[in-house]
């Protein structure tokens, strides 16, 4: 889902991640209903920090393998980072940790502009 990272905060109803697996399933819905790819989750916190998943397949050799691709989003929607994660190294992130301590929230999808 790309959602502007500026309408995230206050603007936007947010639902709480409920456990690490979701996040695959949350990313995977909204590419679906949407025919975009990522989704865009909110760390709460005092800077709520936004980052957007998109779940890659499995990819030919020498390319990256299955699991997250995972953006750390700037105020106006803008990429500042990137990384290819393992499934593994996906679970150390601090999106898994954060929806560990109940601060892991994304806006729902919308199918509508």
């Known amino acids: 889902m790309h959602t502007d990272a500026r309408l995230v ?6 639902l709480s991640v409920q456990a690490p697996e ?3 399933y949350l990313v995977k819905e ?3 209903l ?3 790819s990522g989704r865009t989750f909110v760390i709460a916190g005092a800077d709520r920090l936004v980052y957007r998943v998109h779940w890659q397949p ?5 390319g990256h393998a299955a699991g997250p691709l995972v953006e ?3 105020h106006q929607g803008e990429v500042l980072s990137r ?6 190294e996906f679970l150390e992130h601090s999106l898994v940790e954060a929806q560990a301590a109940g601060q892991l929230f ?4 919308r199918t509508t502009p």
């Open 22 to 24: 979701d996040i695959e």
């Open 83 to 88: 990384q290819h994660l393992q499934l593994w």
């Open 72 to 74: 750390r989003l700037g």
């Open 58 to 62: 499995l990819t030919e050799s020498g």
């Open 9 to 14: 905060p206050g603007r936007v109803r947010l």
């Open 34 to 36: 949407t025919g975009r």
């Open 30 to 32: 909204s590419e679906v």
């Open 106 to 109: 994304t806006p729902p999808v």
